[in-house]
């Protein structure tokens, strides 16, 4: 039974990326023509990071791909120690390397 729903799923994705000219659609065949990149991450990608939300910076956009500030405080001093691989995508997917989703915004 669930591979049945999972077969059709696929076969609605099918469909959908040969007819629709919806920008999501077309963020999804775009993100297909990168090497390593399949049809349920980038599906994932796009319906998660541009299907539904609305982004106002660069910091929403890195908090949800999991790529977090790691701020460290001693004492008085406090300090940036770079960025973390932590955050919703990364838990989902494992794989939280997807800083170029923000320019398929433009």
């Known amino acids: ?25 077309q963020m999804v065949r775009q993100l297909l023509s990168l090497r390593g990149i399949g049809i349920n991450s980038s599906w994932l990608y796009v319906m998660e990071f541009f299907g539904w939300r609305d982004f106002h910076n660069r910091r929403e956009v890195g908090a949800l791909s999991g790529l977090t500030p790691t701020p460290h405080q001693s004492g008085d001093e406090a300090w940036e120690r770079g960025i973390s691989k932590a955050g919703p995508l990364h838990s989902i997917d494992g794989d939280s390397d997807c800083l170029g989703l923000a320019s398929l915004a433009t």
């Open 1 to 25: 039974m669930v591979d049945g729903q999972i077969d059709e799923v696929k076969r609605e994705r099918a469909d959908l990326l040969k007819t629709s000219e919806s920008p999501e659609v």
